[in-house]
Structures are given as C-alpha cells and as structure tokens.
C-alpha cells in the first residue's frame, strides 16, 4: 500500500534581478497570498507544495533565492540539483529584463545540465508601467527555447499555471527511474476481485 | 541541501540513493564525519535489496566529486540500526541522536542531528531491512561485488562445498558483513561473480541452515531493530511519509461528513439449507418475487454438500448448480455481477451486486472459519465476505452453527469463534487484521440451529396451527440466549411472522415424519447490526421443497455512505493544503537582528566586535555557518563567528558575536588592497533556509604587517598617503639593490623603526628588564598610531610598551629582516663570523641597514647592562627568532634551529659590527 503520499520529489529554484517579484511568485503560490511589503530575500529560503499531475502526487521544494547582484557567486552554488528554474523578470523594469541572458549563461554554467527552464515576466498587472513589452519576452524565450509566461502575484495571473507546467514538464522527462511499485493508490475505489462473471 | 544528489553521481545504474544524511562516526575518541547513504538496488525479478553506503566527504557535499566511499553495509537480515542512549544521560529534546548499527561482523556508532531527515533516513532504513520471511529469498548482494577493487589477491578460501565466512568483502576499506551467503559472489580474478548456475545449485544447502537460525532470533531480532522512539515530540517531527499518509487518511475519515451523504440502498439477504440437494426448482419464489430488483444480494447456503468428498477434498459440483441456479434466480429486472463467492465445505455465500454499483465495491475480502469436528472442520462454522461499498464497510457473515436441541451453548460459543477467529486482510499489511466487529454495516444469516425449547413437539405444532407466534417465540433459543446477552450481542433480528423453517418431509410442506420426528424450529434467521438499516421484509418462502429446511430471505433499506466527487476532492485538497502548511511552518526559521555588519577604520591588531540575536521560530534547529564554495572556512581569516554553531530551542535567542581581528598574517593584503574587509556569511538552518550576512569597512593601513622596503619608500606617515600609493608601494618586489627607481628617493631605514629605536634609546637605554616585560595593550595602540600618522612627537608611552611595538614591528614585517632566502645560509655559518657578515652583505639594501641598525642599538644596550641586566644571549635569544623566521613556517620551533638563529644573533652583539 501507499507508503508515501508522494511519487516524486522536485525542486525548483527561483532566480533573477532583486525586486522582481520572486517571493511574490512563491508566496502566491504556496500560500496563496500576496504581500505588497518589500522585504529583501537575503538568503536561500524554501517552501513546499504538493500537487496531483498525471495521478502522480509530487512534492514541489521550490527554493526562492536573493536576488542582489552581491549574492550571485554565492547563490549560484545552489543551482546544481535544481530540476526546474524558473527566470522571473519584471515588466515595468527593462533592467531585469537585459539581464535575463546573464541569468540564462548562470544557469548553463551552475545547473545541472538537463534542468528544465521556464521565463516569467511578472507584475503584468501593472500594464500602465509597462516597459518590456510581451513579444520581447516570447522571443528570447523562443531563442532560447523555453517556456514562457507573463504573470503577477499581485493579481494570481498564471503563477499556478507556471508552476504546474514547469513540474509537468519535469515529470514528461523524468525517466520511471524509481519506479513505486508499492506506491498503489487505493483510496479510489473499483477494486472488485473475481470481477468477471456477469449474469441474467 | 540534499546530500544524496551527491551520492546519486557516484552510483552505478540500477542503483538508487534512497536519502542520505551527514553523521559523525564514533570510534573510541575519534570523531569522524560520514556521509550515510542508504542506496537501493532493484534486481530483476523485481525485489530489491539495500547497502548502507558511508562516504568521507568535504563538508557539504553537491556534486560527486566531494564524496568518496569508505565503506559499505549490505543491509541483510541480521543488520540493525537502534537507536541508543548514552549511558546514564538523560535524553535532552533536540540533542544528537545516537545510533548503533550492528551487523554479525561489525558494530558501528553514529550520531546524527537532531531532525526529520535523520528522522526520516533512520525509517527508510527501518523499511528496507529485509523481513524474517522464510519464504523470501536472502538478499545476496551481488551488485555490490562492482565495489570491489581490483585487488590482485583476494584470499578467500575456496569457493565451494566450504562454509566460507560471510561478510567477508575483500578489496573494501573496511565491509560490515551482512550474514547473507556469499558463496556465490567469490570473484573469478574480475571481481565479477561466478556464472549463476554454480550458484543456483549452491545456494540451498547453505540457505537452509540460516534461515533457522533467523527463526528462533526473531523475537530477539524485532526487538532490537526496531526503533525506539525515545521522545513524543520525536515524532512530531518527523516527516517521514508513512506518517503524512496516516495522517491524510484519519483527516478524511474525520471529515467524512462533509464530502459523503447518505443514500438508501436495497440489500436481498437470503439464506437456505438445502440439505445436499442439487438445485431442483427455480429459486426465484425466493429471490426475486415480490421485490423491487434489489441493489445488492447476500445468498448464504448451508449443507451443500453433504457427501465425504466434500468433506475432505473441498471440492463440490453442488458449488456451481447452486450458483448457477442463484444467478439465475435473480430479479430479472436488473443485470447483476457477482462479486464473490466463498465456501467452506457446504456453508456458501454469493455476493452479487446490480451492475453500475460494481465500481463503488472495493476492498473486497473473504474468509472462512471452521468450528465443526474438533472445533476446526468445516462441517460447522461460518464464512464472511467484507467490502467497501461507496464509503461505507459491509460485512457479511453466512454460519451454520452446532445441531442438536441441547447444544445451544455450543452454538453460543460457534460464534463466538466465528467472531474472534474471522480476520481479513487489510490492504495495508502493516496494518492489523479487520475482525467482523469493525464494519458499518453487519449482515448475519444462515442456519443458526436455534430451537424451541421446552414445549412438546405437539404443543409446538399447535401453536403454528394458530399462527401463535408470539407465544413460540417466548421458547426460541435465540431469542432467549440474545436476551441473555451470551450471543448476538448488539444484533437486531425482526420479528418472525412465518412458520418455522424446520423440519420438513423433502418435497412438501409437511413437518418431519422420521423416526426422529424432530420439533419445529426457526433454524434458518437473518440479523444485523449497524446504523440507518431498515428491515423491509422477514419471511420464508414455503415454495420451495427441495430441501428439509426452507428458505428465508429478508430486504433492507441500508444507508450508505456515498461519496460527492467534487466535495471530496475539495476536502482532499484542504487535506492537503493543511498539511503542506504544517510543513512549510515546521521549516525552522530564524530572525536576525542584523545582517549587515559595517567595521569602520579597522585598525592593525585592535579587535572590533559587532553582535546580532538570532531569535528562532516555532522549530528546534541546528543552525550553523557554513563555506561557500571553493572556501575552506565560512569567513575571512580575520574574521570570527562566535559561537559558529549550535542548536536552538522554539521561541529561544542567542547572541553571536563577530569577531574582526587583524593580525600579521593578514595585514599584508589588506595594507595592499589584495583583501578588504568585505566578507558574506551564510547562516545555514539544518533542514531549512540560508541567511546571508554581509560584512564590509575598511581598514586604516599600518607600518605594521607592510615590508621594510616598501616603508623605507614611504616618507610620509602611511595614513597621510592615498590608499592606491600604499597598494603600489606593498606589491613593489624587494629590490636587492638601489636601481635608480623612478620614485621619490628613499629613507635607509623605514622611518617608523627609527622612531621606536630612537624613542627607546633617548628613554629606556638603562630600563630595566627592557624587552621582558610585556606592555600594555592601550599603550601599543597609541604607538602604533603615533607611528601611523606620523605624530611621533605626542608618542608617550611606557619603555616596556615601545619595546614590545618594536618586537611585534619586527615580527609583523611580511619578509624578515634577514629575508627567507637568506635564512638557510645563515644558520650554516652561525659559527663563523666573518661568513656570517658576507651572508648580511648579500641582504637587500634596506634589510641589511636595519639589520646594522638593530644590531648597533643592541650593542648600546648592552653597555648598559650593569643597570638594564640586559646581556647577549637574552637579547640573541629575542631578536633570534624574530630577524631570522624559517621560510617553511613559523609553527615548527627547531631547537636546533633556534640555536642556531641565536648563535648568529650573538656573534653580531659581542663583536665589532
């Protein structure tokens, strides 16, 4: 019987220019909540969520990290073993949009090498103070052949669809290689043994 | 972060790092740190077998390359991990755990934090210890033959047809033995093993005698690897996943209401003894007349077959006739399936339930009980089928209890076994067992044998003739016995409105004629037991004569617990979302006070602290500092964590001082701008997040820690002169010889040298114990920033303190003033003189004048000495080490070098220079 309430485990890292949004995203997500405060992350810090795809139940660890330029050797170390990062940038902040592609060369020279990557543009709530328009953010993420989606915390514009998405696509490529036999689910019911002889 | 990531990289296919955590191995007083991995493998035929896989490693381990493997554990039958607690201490909440793994060759001791990942390691390790199953197959480890270095001699005796010792691995460090048999796994010079099929024919003779032997150690052997679970709070804490799924599971049965409601559905209970007869007549007079198509139909027969055959082979034709005819005795206006079918002997009950309920039936089981001849046989006894029909548990039970007017008591204790000895097994096999008391829903038929008693067989006629029932009924066994509370006890039967279903003439409606001319009796009864069941119908259906006995059936209204999809996964989700935020609150977390640190005009040797509280949350953790990558401490060598490490209790504070202290190892750089009080400090929570902690300032350059070179180029005071000028000035190369530098031309000797040598030789020509005595720390500060900013005049200050700045100058200087390359050269001539001085020529220009200058103070001392005691050898034993430091460093004290270094020192103060 099921042993574990989880088949699989992910983690997920979320990196990208300080500000843009990053708690936020994470915050929306396992808690479904929003918080105008800014409060800095100076660290690594991490929260949990489990979700149901493909009758799978995984566990999502997704490590949100500092975004300040002065963390970055030190925040680059805890690529490696990231199945999924997610690249937030912000809208109304073309700064954090250049530096998408320095984030991008990060994740090729830290993370393991099949991690599956996705680009966020955040805050498109905030449509007035728009200065990275979307058609530029799908096209570096076509160039580069990722994913991309505009979101807001703000507003829980796509934060769930991302994140579902991203494990989604983590698990299309995640080979069966610790495969459950023992992980049967059985709280659904249809279990009828000697299931065969229908009569009248 | 995971450390089994790390471990994963060095596994070979098929191999699989199920968790990892970081340990300390303790041997008598050694402590060592071990990186415990527990590493699955999965054979072909589809087990698995474990190896505990311990691995030095670099402090925290991320990729492959920082672990190496030390040795490995096979986790095989007589592999224990307890754990233990030290001897006579008291088990303090959130200290270390401490765990013994033994195995038949080998006995470890582990301690490992405090936490859920030890928590949940030590459960993973608990679940991949292989049972005492007989029937199971040792676990051989022969995947783990790839970790065998190619060792060119492996002694080992010879393969086969010898009881080679087990656990024996050659070519590891060190292998704890798993008692498994080994035979199989002698390496053929590859370190492959040997073909299976010497194997195959091996392996049972040797097997055999191992498995007693784990037999009669089972209850030893549970005891001691089971773990014992020292604290409650232990568990709270711990997050291993069986528990989280326990957990969902009870939350959903609590909250059962809010996602089920109940419906109605129509149960046919039937039960009838046929007496060894085949089906002879349709059965749907008894089925099917009369009723609404039931939704479910519970058929119980008794005596189906009543030859020896039946008996004691089991095996019936009667079983299919009489399904047979039951399938076709159903109500016509519904489609059925049977869910099953179970017999013991002649006691059959069939479970059908109408076609579109069928994929709400779950859970189904079956068991038998017999009570017959012996107490055992299934001539008597009863058989019961259990399942899960939408959200609610339903049992059915169909016995055929003891014969005989007399035996009622026997009948009372029938079922009485019936009810303790009936066990099904739970999906879950760790689980224990469901009895027939643990359902919703229990529905109890069949020939119970009950009779009438008291009343003469003629007086029992009369009654039924009158259609008195009431009045027999005040004689029924059962009735008597229920209300008595020895049997049935908390049971419900309705009311009898039929005649007797016993006994018969086969064939006709006529009461027994034989010999024996038995009394009426109500032998064939229907009870239940459970809530929301209403019995619609109790009757017996004289129809049929097939039998001695005749058939009774009962229809019920049963309320079930029906399950509203879209509710359920509501409440699932809440569930869930709970959970995950019990979790996400159990991931410690602290807050700082502070975690920007400002050290402003850092100056040499002055030590500056600043302090922050760390103020933890709801969960006990370990928090330490840890290195950043590529750093082999968490901080900058002038900087300390004080304390570094240590475990915090819920709602508890601790202060952490950081400590900045530049001293002569470090000086050098930072004077240089090489280094510069800038540092990150990752506080590290075990299990939990990272904090960084960012330290900057400056630091105010000093004369102490530059070299004499470039001091003798500096004419002003050193703070006076722009950072960038210092930096040239540090980095410039010792130069051997005046090469007409394009810089301002410089002093002979560093200036601040001559400040302190002056000092001293204006104050304290005639101190006594000059050099000796230490000074004060106050009065050293102010030196030094007399000589810093070049305010040389205001310098007052004890002798003793400016004789110590003057040593700690000398020892500062980042090359001695008889420079290293120098160093050997001089030690070898410390016997000869003029050697000695031709060695003092070669030194670079500024090095040999204030070597002749300190030597030439010294000798002015000296003449003194009748007043400052002072005399060659106290001042070559000083000044010995501190002009001439070994090149290879400064730790290792050679007596025989530090000798030498003072005999040379002495030639230059006793003769003419």
Same mark, same amino acid.
């Given at each position: 019987?099921?042993?574990?309430?989880?088949?699989?485990?992910?983690?997920?890292?979320?990196?990208?220019?300080?500000?843009?949004?990053?708690?936020?995203?994470?915050?929306?997500?396992?808690?479904?909540?929003?918080?105008?405060?800014?409060?800095?992350?100076?660290?690594?810090?991490?929260?949990?969520?489990?979700?149901?795809?493909?009758?799978?139940?995984?566990?999502?660890?997704?490590?949100?990290?500092?975004?300040?330029?002065?963390?970055?050797?030190?925040?680059?170390?805890?690529?490696?073993?990231?199945?999924?990062?997610?690249?937030?940038?912000?809208?109304?902040?073309?700064?954090?949009?250049? %530096?998408?592609?320095?984030?991008?060369?990060?994740?090729?020279?830290?993370?393991?090498?099949?991690?599956?990557?996705?680009?966020?543009?955040?805050?498109?709530?905030?449509?007035?103070?728009?200065?990275?328009?979307?058609?530029?953010?799908?096209?570096?993420?076509?160039?580069?052949?990722?994913?991309?989606?505009?979101?807001?915390?703000?507003?829980?514009?796509?934060?769930?669809?991302?994140?579902?998405?991203?494990?989604?696509?983590?698990?299309?490529?995640?080979?069966?290689?610790?495969? %459950?036999?023992? %992980?049967?689910?059985?709280?659904?019911?249809?279990?009828?043994?000697?299931?065969?002889?229908?009569?009248? | 972060?995971?450390?089994?990531?790390?471990?994963?990289?060095?596994?070979?296919?098929?191999?699989?790092?199920?968790?990892?955590?970081?340990?300390?191995?303790?041997?008598?007083?050694?402590?060592?740190?071990?990186?415990?991995?527990?590493? @699955?493998?999965?054979?072909?035929?589809?087990?698995?077998?474990?190896?505990?896989?311990?691995?030095?490693?670099?402090?925290?381990?991320?990729?492959?390359?920082? /672990?190496?493997?030390?040795?490995?554990?096979?986790?095989?039958?007589?592999?224990?991990?307890?754990?233990?607690?030290?001897?006579?201490?008291?088990?303090?909440?959130?200290?270390?755990?401490?765990?013994?793994?033994?195995?038949?060759?080998?006995?470890?001791?582990?301690?490992?934090?405090?936490?859920?990942?030890?928590?949940?390691?030590?459960?993973?390790?608990? @679940?991949?210890?292989?049972?005492?199953?007989?029937?199971?197959?040792? $676990?051989?480890?022969?995947?783990?033959?790839?970790?065998?270095?190619?060792?060119?001699?492996?002694? &080992?005796?010879?393969?086969?047809?010898?009881?080679?010792?087990?656990?024996?691995? $050659?070519?590891?460090?060190?292998?704890?033995?798993?008692?498994?048999?080994?035979?199989?796994?002698?390496?053929?010079?590859?370190? *492959?093993?040997?073909?299976?099929?010497?194997?195959?024919?091996?392996?049972?003779?040797?097997?055999?005698?191992?498995?007693?032997?784990?037999?009669?150690?089972?209850?030893?052997?549970?005891?001691?690897?089971?773990?014992?679970?020292?604290?409650?709070?232990?568990?709270?804490?711990?997050?291993?996943?069986?528990?989280?799924?326990?957990?969902?599971?009870?939350?959903?049965?609590?909250?059962?209401?809010?996602?089920?409601?109940?419906?109605?559905?129509?149960?046919?209970?039937?039960?009838?003894?046929?007496?060894?007869?085949?089906?002879?007549?349709?059965?749907?007079?008894?089925?099917?007349?009369?009723?609404?198509?039931?939704?479910?139909?519970?058929?119980?027969?008794?005596?189906?077959?009543?030859?020896?055959?039946?008996?004691?082979?089991?095996?019936?034709?009667?079983?299919?006739?009489?399904?047979?005819? /039951?399938?076709?005795?159903?109500?016509?206006?519904?489609?059925?399936?049977?869910?099953?079918?179970?017999? *013991?002997?002649?006691?059959?009950?069939?479970?059908?339930?109408?076609?579109?309920?069928?994929?709400?039936?779950?859970?189904?089981?079956?068991?038998?009980?017999?009570?017959?001849?012996?107490?055992?046989?299934?001539?008597?006894?009863?058989?019961?089928?259990?399942?899960?029909?939408?959200?609610?548990?339903?049992?059915? /039970?169909?016995?055929?209890?003891?014969?005989?007017?007399?035996?009622?008591?026997?009948?009372?204790?029938?079922?009485?076994?019936?009810?303790?000895?009936?066990?099904?097994?739970?999906?879950?096999?760790?689980?224990?067992?469901?009895?027939?008391?643990?359902?919703?829903?229990?529905?109890?038929?069949?020939?119970?044998?009950?009779?009438?008693?008291?009343?003469?067989?003629?007086?029992?006629?009369?009654?039924?003739?009158?259609?008195?029932?009431?009045?027999?009924?005040?004689?029924?066994?059962?009735?008597?016995?229920?209300?008595?509370?020895?049997?049935?006890?908390?049971?419900?039967?309705?009311?009898?409105?039929?005649?007797?279903?016993?006994?018969?003439?086969?064939?006709?409606?006529?009461?027994?004629?034989?010999?024996?001319?038995?009394?009426?009796?109500?032998?064939?009864?229907?009870?239940?037991?459970?809530?929301?069941?209403?019995?619609?119908?109790?009757?017996?259906?004289?129809?049929?004569?097939?039998?001695?006995?005749?058939?009774?059936?009962?229809?019920?209204?049963?309320?079930?617990?029906?399950?509203?999809?879209?509710?359920?996964?509501?409440?699932?989700?809440?569930?869930?979302?709970?959970?995950?935020?019990?979790?996400?609150?159990?991931?410690?977390?602290?807050?700082?006070?502070?975690?920007?640190?400002?050290?402003?005009?850092?100056?040499?040797?002055?030590?500056?602290?600043?302090?922050?509280?760390?103020?933890?949350?709801?969960?006990?953790?370990?928090?330490?500092?840890?290195?950043?990558?590529?750093?082999?401490?968490?901080? =900058?060598?002038?900087?300390?964590?004080?304390?570094?490490?240590?475990?915090?209790?819920?709602?508890?504070?601790?202060?952490?001082?950081?400590?900045?202290?530049?001293?002569?190892?470090?000086?050098?750089?930072?004077?240089?701008?090489?280094?510069?009080?800038?540092?990150?400090?990752?506080?590290?929570?075990?299990?939990?997040?990272?904090?960084?902690?960012?330290?900057?300032?400056?630091?105010?350059?000093?004369?102490?820690?530059?070299?004499?070179?470039?001091?003798?180029?500096?004419?002003?005071?050193?703070?006076?002169?722009? &950072?960038?000028?210092?930096?040239?000035?540090?980095?410039?190369?010792?130069?051997?010889?005046?090469?007409?530098?394009?810089?301002?031309?410089?002093?002979?000797?560093?200036?601040?040298?001559?400040?302190?040598?002056?000092?001293?030789? @204006?104050?304290?020509?005639?101190?006594?114990?000059?050099?000796?005595?230490?000074?004060?720390?106050?009065?050293?500060?102010?030196?030094?920033?007399?000589?810093?900013?070049?305010?040389?005049?205001?310098?007052?200050?004890?002798?003793?303190?400016?004789?110590?700045?003057?040593?700690?100058?000398?020892?500062?200087?980042?090359?001695?003033?008889?420079?290293?390359?120098?160093?050997?050269?001089?030690?070898?001539?410390?016997?000869?003189?003029?050697?000695?001085?031709?060695?003092?020529?070669?030194?670079?220009?500024?090095?040999?004048?204030?070597?002749?200058?300190?030597?030439?103070?010294?000798?002015?001392? &000296? =003449?003194?000495?009748?007043?400052?005691?002072?005399?060659?050898?106290?001042?070559?034993?000083?000044?010995?080490? &501190?002009?001439?430091?070994?090149?290879?460093?400064?730790?290792?004290?050679?007596?025989?070098?530090?000798?030498?270094?003072?005999?040379?020192?002495?030639?230059?103060?006793?003769?003419?220079?």
């Amino acid at each position: 019987m099921a042993k574990k309430t989880y088949d699989l485990l992910f983690k997920l890292l979320l990196i990208g220019d300080s500000g843009v949004g990053k708690t936020c995203v994470l915050f929306r997500f396992s808690d479904d909540a929003f918080n105008t405060t800014f409060i800095s992350t100076i660290g690594i810090d991490f929260k949990i969520k489990t979700v149901e795809l493909q009758g799978k139940k995984i566990k999502l660890q997704i490590w949100d990290t500092a975004g300040q330029e002065r963390f970055h050797t030190i925040t680059t170390s805890y690529y490696r073993g990231a199945m999924g990062i997610m690249l937030v940038y912000d809208i109304t902040n073309g700064k954090s949009f250049e %530096n998408i592609s320095k984030w991008l060369r990060n994740i090729d020279e830290h993370a393991n090498e099949d991690v599956e990557r996705m680009l966020l543009g955040n805050k498109c709530d905030m449509d007035d103070k728009r200065v990275v328009p979307k058609g530029k953010g799908e096209q570096i993420a076509r160039e580069h052949g990722i994913r991309f989606f505009e979101t807001s915390a703000k507003a829980n514009i796509n934060i769930e669809k991302a994140f579902l998405t991203l494990a989604e696509d983590i698990l299309r490529k995640t080979p069966v290689k610790e495969p %459950n036999s023992e %992980n049967v689910d059985i709280s659904s019911g249809g279990g009828v043994t000697g299931w065969k002889s229908k009569c009248c | 972060m995971d450390q089994s990531v790390a471990i994963q990289e060095t596994l070979a296919e098929g191999e699989y790092c199920v968790i990892a955590v970081q340990g300390v191995l303790c041997e008598g007083d050694s402590r060592q740190s071990r990186l415990l991995g527990l590493v @699955r493998y999965r054979l072909e035929h589809g087990s698995q077998e474990h190896a505990l896989f311990l691995y030095t490693h670099r402090r925290m381990a991320i990729t492959g390359d920082d /672990v190496s493997l030390d040795q490995i554990v096979p986790v095989s039958r007589d592999f224990t991990l307890e754990e233990v607690s030290p001897d006579g201490e008291l088990y303090i909440l959130g200290s270390d755990v401490t765990i013994q793994l033994d195995t038949a060759e080998l006995s470890l001791v582990f301690q490992l934090p405090f936490g859920s990942q030890t928590r949940m390691f030590l459960h993973e390790v608990a @679940r991949a210890c292989p049972g005492f199953d007989p029937t199971t197959r040792d $676990p051989e480890f022969l995947w783990l033959s790839r970790y065998r270095c190619a060792e060119p001699e492996l002694e &080992l005796p010879t393969p086969r047809g010898c009881n080679s010792a087990p656990g024996t691995w $050659p070519g590891y460090a060190t292998i704890g033995g798993g008692g498994s048999n080994f035979d199989g796994l002698r390496p053929n010079g590859k370190g *492959l093993p040997v073909d299976q099929s010497s194997r195959g024919q091996d392996k049972p003779e040797s097997l055999q005698p191992r498995q007693n032997k784990s037999k009669s150690e089972i209850t030893g052997m549970v005891r001691s690897s089971t773990i014992t679970v020292s604290d409650k709070a232990h568990i709270l804490s711990m997050q291993k996943f069986g528990l989280r799924d326990t957990i969902v599971k009870s939350h959903l049965v609590q909250k059962e209401e809010d996602y089920t409601y109940i419906q109605n559905f129509r149960f046919f209970v039937g039960t009838y003894n046929v007496n060894g007869q085949s089906p002879k007549e349709c059965l749907r007079p008894w089925l099917s007349d009369g009723v609404q198509a039931p939704d479910v139909y519970c058929v119980g027969f008794q005596e189906l077959d009543l030859s020896k055959e039946a008996f004691f082979f089991h095996d019936t034709p009667k079983e299919e006739e009489w399904f047979k005819a /039951v399938s076709e005795g159903l109500h016509p206006d519904a489609k059925y399936a049977k869910v099953k079918l179970i017999r *013991l002997v002649g006691i059959m009950l069939l479970l059908y339930v109408k076609q579109e309920h069928a994929a709400y039936v779950s859970e189904v089981e079956a068991e038998t009980v017999g009570t017959g001849i012996m107490g055992r046989m299934g001539n008597k006894g009863g058989v019961a089928i259990r399942f899960q029909f939408h959200n609610t548990s339903i049992c059915v /039970v169909n016995s055929h209890l003891a014969a005989h007017i007399e035996e009622y008591e026997r009948r009372n204790q029938d079922y009485k076994d019936i009810c303790s000895r009936m066990q099904f097994c739970q999906l879950d096999p760790s689980r224990p067992p469901l009895t027939i008391s643990k359902h919703d829903v229990i529905l109890w038929l069949g020939d119970l044998n009950y009779r009438i008693e008291e009343l003469d067989v003629e007086k029992v006629k009369k009654l039924i003739e009158e259609k008195d029932f009431q009045t027999l009924y005040a004689y029924d066994q059962l009735k008597i016995q229920v209300a008595a509370k020895t049997v049935f006890e908390g049971f419900t039967e309705g009311e009898l409105t039929f005649q007797p279903t016993y006994k018969y003439d086969t064939g006709s409606d006529d009461w027994d004629t034989s010999e024996k001319c038995r009394a009426p009796a109500w032998c064939d009864r229907i009870l239940w037991k459970g809530k929301n069941i209403t019995q619609l119908s109790y009757q017996s259906h004289m129809a049929l004569k097939t039998s001695d006995h005749k058939p009774v059936s009962s229809v019920f209204n049963i309320g079930v617990r029906v399950v509203n999809d879209e509710l359920y996964r509501k409440t699932l989700e809440e569930i869930v979302r709970s959970l995950d935020k019990m979790e996400n609150a159990n991931i410690p977390s602290v807050s700082l006070s502070k975690r920007e640190f400002c050290f402003q005009n850092v100056k040499y040797m002055q030590l500056k602290v600043e302090s922050f509280t760390i103020h933890n949350g709801q969960v006990p953790c370990h928090f330490e500092f840890i290195n950043k990558p590529d750093e082999e401490s968490y901080c =900058k060598q002038w900087l300390n964590a004080n304390p570094s490490r240590g475990f915090l209790l819920p709602d508890s504070d601790i202060e952490i001082e950081l400590e900045l202290f530049v001293n002569k190892t470090t000086a050098t750089k930072l004077n240089s701008g090489e280094d510069k009080i800038e540092d990150i400090l990752v506080l590290h929570l075990d299990r939990g997040k990272d904090y960084f902690l960012s330290v900057s300032g400056n630091y105010l350059p000093s004369c102490f820690g530059s070299p004499i070179h470039t001091l003798c180029y500096m004419r002003e005071p050193i703070l006076d002169l722009p &950072l960038e000028t210092i930096s040239e000035l540090t980095l410039m190369p010792i130069r051997t010889g005046d090469d007409g530098s394009q810089l301002e031309s410089p002093m002979e000797i560093p200036k601040e040298l001559w400040m302190m040598v002056d000092y001293l030789y @204006r104050n304290a020509i005639q101190q006594e114990d000059l050099f000796q005595q230490p000074g004060l720390r106050s009065e050293f500060e102010h030196v030094r920033d007399c000589l810093d900013t070049g305010m040389i005049d205001n310098l007052s200050a004890s002798n003793h303190s400016v004789a110590e700045a003057l040593l700690l100058f000398l020892e500062s200087l980042p090359e001695p003033v008889i420079c290293y390359s120098a160093y050997h050269n001089c030690l070898e001539c410390s016997g000869n003189y003029t050697a000695s001085k031709q060695v003092i020529s070669t030194l670079p220009t500024f090095y040999r004048n204030v070597f002749h200058y300190l030597m030439a103070f010294l000798q002015e001392l &000296l =003449k003194n000495s009748a007043k400052n005691h002072l005399d060659e050898n106290i001042l070559a034993s000083i000044f010995g080490s &501190l002009l001439l430091r070994n090149p290879a460093g400064h730790q290792k004290l050679d007596m025989t070098e530090k000798k030498k270094a003072q005999e040379f020192i002495h030639q230059f103060l006793c003769n003419p220079l």
